[in-house]
């Protein structure tokens, strides 16, 4: 019998997949990712704001006047992506621990949520500055 903690870095071998090293890492990698944005893609909140985005993106190199106006206008929308996708996890996370009312999983979904609407506002508000300096 082992005295080692069962996360220890000297037991991370235990799980195959952290046996991988170089591209074939990198190469499992991307496919979880991809299997990830599937995943996204199957909340209609997601879908929505991914396909704002083609519209969002590639206007914001019209309406950024410089590099800086146009990373901040494509951040923000991927940002709320982001925020998004991080949502989704922690209520996926909450619902496999199961259906039953928790004020531990209402506190969760309600703080991811708000991480949501923080998102919203501030690409919001990044849209609104920058259609003002280009208009007023």
């Known amino acids: 019998m082992t005295d080692r903690h069962p996360a220890s870095p000297e037991n991370s071998f235990?799980?195959?997949?952290?046996?991988?090293?170089?591209?074939a890492r990198l190469w499992h990698a991307?496919?979880?990712?991809?299997?990830?944005?599937?995943?996204?893609?199957?909340?209609k909140a997601f879908r929505l704001e991914a396909l704002l985005s083609l519209l969002l993106v590639p206007?914001?190199?019209?309406?950024?006047?410089?590099?800086?106006?146009?990373?901040?206008?494509?951040?923000?929308?991927?940002?709320?992506?982001v925020?998004?996708?991080?949502?989704?996890?922690?209520?996926?996370?909450?619902d496999r621990v199961g259906p039953q009312w928790h004020a531990l999983s209402k506190r969760?979904?309600?703080l991811g949520s708000a991480a949501v609407l923080l998102a919203l506002l501030f690409c919001g508000?990044?849209?609104?500055a920058a259609l003002l300096a280009r208009f007023a």
């Open 83 to 94: 925020v998004e996708l991080l949502n989704t996890a922690v209520e996926s996370a909450i």
């Open 59 to 81: 206007l914001s190199f019209w309406l950024g006047r410089n590099w800086a106006e146009v990373a901040l206008l494509v951040g923000s929308v991927v940002a709320v992506m």
């Open 14 to 23: 235990d799980n195959p997949h952290k046996r991988r090293h170089g591209l």
């Open 30 to 43: 991307l496919r979880h990712s991809v299997d990830g944005l599937r995943a996204g893609w199957a909340e």
């Open 125 to 128: 508000g990044v849209w609104v």
């Open 108 to 110: 969760a979904k309600d």
